[in-house]
């Protein structure tokens, strides 16, 4: 079984940085791709970001620019370094990934529990 834990989260001043983690436990063979998603009250789940195994990135145009995902494959940990965060991007954030499981034979996507943030203007 694996777990994906978000932290980092709370409340922040727009334009102060803020750096989200997801550190995955479990039984891990590898880690393939990982995102960051997001759900502000009354929408839909949105990516912000992903990341591959190699280190590839993709961003959401909200979030270009602004923020960086970046991962630690020695720690099983992703990261998003929010900077100049603004109002709008108030949301709980959700990492999201493929693992592998059972020296690789089984490959499953998870999902964390979500990690709250709120920027105040």
């Known amino acids: 079984q694996v777990r994906l834990v978000e932290s980092g989260g709370g409340l922040a001043q727009a334009g102060r940085s803020l750096r989200l983690s997801c550190a995955a436990y479990?039984?891990?063979?590898?880690?393939?791709?990982v995102g960051w998603y997001r759900q502000a009250p009354g929408k839909q789940r949105e990516l912000v970001a992903t990341?591959?195994?190699?280190?590839?990135?993709n961003y959401a145009d909200s979030a270009k620019g602004r923020f960086t995902i970046s991962r630690d494959n020695a720690k099983n940990t992703v990261y998003l370094q929010m900077n100049s965060p603004k109002p709008e991007d108030t949301a709980v954030y959700y990492c999201?990934?493929?693992?592998?499981?059972?020296?690789?034979?089984?490959?499953?996507?998870?999902w964390g529990q979500g990690t709250q943030v709120t920027v105040s203007s």
């Open positions: 479990g039984d891990i063979f590898k880690i393939e791709n």
């Open positions: 990341i591959t195994s190699d280190g590839t990135t």
């Open positions: 999201n990934a493929d693992v592998a499981s059972q020296g690789g034979r089984r490959w499953a996507e998870y």
